[in-house]
């Protein structure tokens, strides 16, 4: 949110989250701050398909792309180009 204020066009602003569980709460954040960012419930991965993404219930910024600890959910994978092609970027 803090980073979306600062932008001259806050509609240009893509924010990439895997931990599905996370979602609505940057949602109720860009709500509650009248943000414009776009949310991707996705991975930055270079492998096509889903990738598995190891959830920690009880600290968010340890979850990690792969299997090991957590609950495992499956999220689709993205390429840093094909986000950017998506969201019109020609440049980051």
Same mark, same amino acid.
């Given at each position: 949110? &803090?980073? /979306? ?8 602003? #893509?924010? &990439? =989250?895997? %931990?599905?569980?996370? #979602?609505?709460?940057? =949602?109720?954040?860009?709500?509650? %701050?009248?943000?414009? *960012? &776009?949310?991707? /419930? ?6 096509? @398909?889903? #990738?598995? *993404?190891? &959830?920690? =219930?009880t600290d968010p910024l340890?979850?990690?792309?792969? =299997?090991?600890? @957590?609950?495992? #959910? ?14 019109? *970027?020609?440049?980051?």
């Open positions: 949110c &803090v980073t /979306n204020r600062r932008l001259e066009d806050r509609s240009r602003h #893509v924010v &990439v =989250e895997a %931990n599905p569980a996370l #979602v609505p709460l940057l =949602e109720e954040h860009r709500r509650r %701050n009248l943000a414009s *960012f &776009v949310i991707r /419930n996705c991975a930055l991965a270079y492998q096509p @398909g889903n #990738v598995s *993404f190891a &959830v920690n =219930e340890s979850s990690h792309v792969g =299997e090991d600890g @957590g609950r495992v #959910v499956s999220v689709p994978a993205i390429t840093l180009r094909q986000l950017l092609l998506e969201a019109g *970027f020609s440049s980051c």
